[in-house]
């Protein structure tokens, strides 16, 4: 017997007489309990809370506050301390509802496990795993469970998230498995000795609550924003303040006037409701079967420009029914209804027998069945093995016995066939150009031209072969010229989905290139390539072992608009494929199931895993998953993350234009050495981020995508770019500082004001109520004009975006209340507007829009000049 490839001794008895039974485990369930380790320890929410009224910008508050107490201004002080502890509740309700909405997705995703149960193999969640259970592993399962491997054939284990070694193991028989764990090659029968809390994870688990996730890109360029405003504002309070003091005001309101206008200046509530934003997002991808494992992959499908896709359950069902069978004695057509082994074949008997022969040989290397769920046949593990079962019933193939078989080499991406041992004799099944060189033909036509045939129909095509004697050596067949007799070549229907043609075309629609990038023979992928529209007049079709060996090569070939297929691809392929178009400059998502594309898929800008048939190891590496498994649903995807990107930049954009309107005031008080009045004050900026940048920004934030979404190619890569500023800084923020800086000017001029005079404390206290109600009325117009960066607010429909209708009109609730309750506006500073006031606060806010929309209209005429 050769080590590692062989049952244990004492386990020769049937899969019927192992396992425990449903009752069993039942009984074992309730009284221990399921298998989940203990809820990791979260900080309290009054700790998160805490957090959020003790950050650098809360603490300047508390010193203003502080001082402002100190100076003997109470009111001021206690605004001050409202204004801290709703930015702070603000903030804490943002991020404790964005983990939470991180948590429920990742609970859609729970791991399955293969047992044996009642004598038949049964798919169960892993929660379900209770000691003493039969478990099965094969390459790309997580290890669920402590377990004791009591069969292994070629297994290797990843126990790097355990012991930080990055080279797999290669476990025997007997020795044990930790949960946690993943096997990337080879397969394996072990016994569970220990679940939830009494496995090695469990014990280690503090570890891993212990260590911080490093910050995302975005994180890093949102802190990077939020710094560079800070320093922005530090740097215009420390000028006020030295002004103030110039200009006759005592070093505590000085300190205080400088330190009020840093924390007004700075959007603290920018990065909560950023990562809301981000949530929001994942929550509306995952209602579109795909799940986002980082919240910041969300941006960065939204610039997805080339995606690479299997083809096998992602552009096809996955759905394989065998329909024909060519044998030395004549090819076999096969009839049924999907896994249903109600069927019969129709062929000469000759060649009936050979097919029949060919099918016992088959599923001798398999472990897929066909079961019956609900009334109907559905398959139990990969469908492939399931239509060969198939198969093999509707032949009338008896079941083989397990204790007959000795020995088990797995498939692997290297060699693509599997094999075992059965009653002394060599079966294998395989990609016919693995095989075939090491095959004869007992007579009959030529199996290469076979091999073309049902190829070239768009059938997935696997030789089935067979040899007297043991040709296992080492965990691999000793093949050699004509060492296996050619039994028979499978050609399975893998139909394709019906909607992906529509989803292909939106991709070229919004300037997504696409790659087929698939194991299957070339003419089978370029069939069904065809079929469903990827391959256009200049569509490339290459195989992996004709592709460039120079980088830079590879990917000039593979970047075309008119799609490309590429057949008999390996993990290496794949990883080389990623790396090949990032370098000229493709934001890159890669699809994969395997165990071996984990490396690709973390190369690639986007990983995206088979929630339905991928492996535990590929959803581990990547960033989203499929949960159908559907092409349609990364195209779905690509357009909410594009929707949850220009959202951000919505916001964003809103946000930056208060700012300007904000500041300016302070910036022409100083400048005119006090000669012109401070329009706004302090708490007036604070109350203006409060009633017009919280609730807008957020209804910005849930913008549904537009129809104009997936209109070309990604406008822009990055949040915060020159095109966002300039419309920032260059145009609605000085129009919204302009109007209100002139509102406030006619009104002291109206009470009799002169530059460089004293205004009545009537005139200053109406004018800076009009400066005031200008900016939140044209912020108001503003939320609407941040809805689009090319529609106009003419051409958006105003109520598809109820949040923000909502936000709005509570946002003129808290600007009529600030004003117009006496004790509010009388700490704030600013009085009631006179008619003409609000009408030119209400005449502004159509200036704005009106600004807006030509600057929209005049980018549009030189985007489309020549």
């Not at 809370?49 to 003997?72: K, P, S, Y």
């Not at 126990?159 to 096997?183: H, I, N, Q, W």
Request: charged share 20%; hydrophobic share 50%; proline share 5%.
């Amino acid at each position: 017997m050769l080590d590692g490839e062989v049952l244990m001794p004492g386990s020769q008895e049937t899969l019927s007489a192992r396992g425990l039974s449903s009752v069993q485990a039942a009984r074992r369930l309730a009284a221990e309990g399921p298998n989940e380790l203990p809820p990791p320890r979260r900080a309290p929410a009054w700790r998160l809370l805490a957090g959020q009224l003790t950050h650098l910008f809360a603490v300047m508050l508390w010193v203003a506050a502080a001082l402002a107490l100190a100076a003997g201004l109470a009111p001021l002080a206690a605004a001050i301390v409202v204004i801290i502890v709703l930015n702070g509740v603000f903030a804490f309700a943002q991020e404790y509802r964005a983990d939470r909405a991180a948590q429920r997705l990742r609970d859609l995703l729970p791991t399955r496990v293969q047992v044996i149960r009642d004598g038949q193999v049964t798919s169960i969640g892993a929660a379900a795993l209770v000691r003493d259970d039969l478990v099965l592993l094969t390459a790309g399962d997580r290890v669920s469970a402590d377990l004791r491997l009591t069969a292994v054939h070629g297994l290797a284990v990843d126990e790097s998230m355990l012991t930080g070694e990055s080279v797999p193991v290669r476990p025997s028989a007997g020795s044990d498995a930790s949960a946690g764990t993943y096997v990337v090659q080879g397969e394996a029968e072990a016994i569970v000795t220990g679940v939830a809390g009494n496995t090695r994870l469990a014990g280690i688990q503090s570890l891993t609550e212990s260590a911080d996730r490093p910050p995302s890109p975005l994180t890093l360029e949102l802190h990077r924003l939020v710094r560079i405003i800070a320093m922005i504002a530090v740097a215009v309070g420390v000028s006020l303040a030295a002004v103030s003091l110039v200009l006759g005001l005592g070093f505590t309101e000085a300190l205080l006037f400088g330190v009020g206008v840093m924390v007004a200046l700075v959007p603290e509530g920018l990065l909560p409701t950023v990562t809301l934003s981000l949530a929001r997002g994942a929550q509306r991808m995952a209602h579109g079967n795909a799940l986002v494992r980082r919240l910041d992959a969300v941006e960065t499908l939204g610039a997805t420009t080339y995606v690479c896709t299997d083809k096998t359950g992602t552009l096809t069902l996955n759905q394989m029914e065998v329909l024909d069978v060519w044998t030395p004695n004549g090819t076999v057509a096969m009839t049924g209804d999907g896994y249903d082994p109600a069927g019969e074949a129709v062929g000469n008997p000759q060649a009936i027998s050979a097919a029949t022969r060919a099918a016992a040989s088959a599923i001798a290397c398999i472990r897929g069945r066909a079961v019956q769920a609900r009334g109907r046949w559905v398959a139990e593990g990969d469908p492939m093995e399931v239509a060969l079962d198939v198969l093999a019933r509707r032949l009338a193939v008896p079941a083989v016995d397990p204790a007959t078989i000795s020995h088990r080499v797995t498939f692997t991406s290297e060699t693509r066939y599997s094999s075992v041992v059965v009653n002394g004799n060599t079966a294998v099944i395989g990609a016919p150009d693995a095989l075939l060189p090491y095959c004869r033909v007992d007579g009959g036509p030529d199996a290469a031209a076979a091999v073309e045939e049902l190829a070239g129909r768009g059938r997935r095509v696997l030789a089935v072969a067979e040899a007297s004697g043991v040709l296992v050596r080492d965990g691999r067949l000793d093949l050699g010229r004509d060492a296996l007799e050619l039994l028979a070549v499978v050609g399975l229907e893998d139909p394709p989905r019906t909607d992906v043609h529509e989803a292909l075309t939106t991709c070229r629609q919004a300037g997504v290139r696409i790659a087929m990038v698939t194991g299957d023979h070339a003419a089978t992928a370029e069939v069904i390539a065809r079929e469903v529209g990827l391959l256009g007049s200049g569509g490339l079709v290459v195989t992996g072992n004709d592709l460039p060996t120079d980088d830079e090569q590879l990917g000039e070939l593979l970047d075309r608009a008119d799609g490309v297929v590429v057949a008999r691809v390996t993990p290496a392929d794949k990883l080389r494929i990623a790396r090949a178009l990032r370098a000229r400059g493709h934001v890159v998502a890669m699809t994969g199931d395997g165990v071996n594309d984990a490396p690709a898929l973390r190369e690639a800008d986007v990983g995206v895993a088979m929630g339905a048939s991928g492996s535990d190891v590929a959803r581990a590496a990547a960033d989203l998953v499929l949960l159908d498994d559907h092409f349609a649903s990364i195209v779905t995807a690509i357009r909410l993350g594009r929707a949850t990107f220009s959202n951000v930049r919505r916001f964003l954009t809103y946000h930056l234009t208060d700012n300007v309107a904000e500041l300016t005031p302070f910036a022409v008080w100083a400048l005119s050495g006090g000669s012109v009045p401070l329009a706004i004050g302090v708490l007036q900026v604070l109350a203006l981020d409060i009633g017009t940048d919280m609730l807008p920004a957020l209804g910005l934030g849930v913008e549904p995508p537009g129809r104009h979404t997936l209109d070309g190619p990604p406008r822009h890569r990055r949040i915060v770019d020159r095109a966002l500023l300039l419309r920032a800084f260059g145009v609605l923020g000085p129009v919204e500082a302009l109007l209100a800086m002139t509102a406030f000017l006619l009104v002291l001029v109206d009470h009799g004001w002169q530059l460089g005079a004293e205004p009545t404390s009537a005139g200053l206290a109406i004018a800076s109520g009009t400066a005031f109600a200008v900016i939140g009325l044209a912020q108001l117009a503003n939320a609407f004009a941040c809805r689009s960066e090319r529609s106009t607010v003419f051409e958006i429909p105003p109520t598809r975006n109820r949040a923000l209708l909502v936000a709005v009109l509570a946002e003129l609730a808290l600007l009529t209340a600030f004003l117009g309750i006496p004790q509010l506006s009388g700490l704030l500073g600013g009085d009631w507007p006179s008619y003409q006031g609000w009408l030119f606060a209400g005449g502004a806010a159509i200036v704005l829009l009106l600004t807006d929309t030509t600057a929209k209209l005049l980018r549009r005429s030189m985007m489309r000049r020549p």
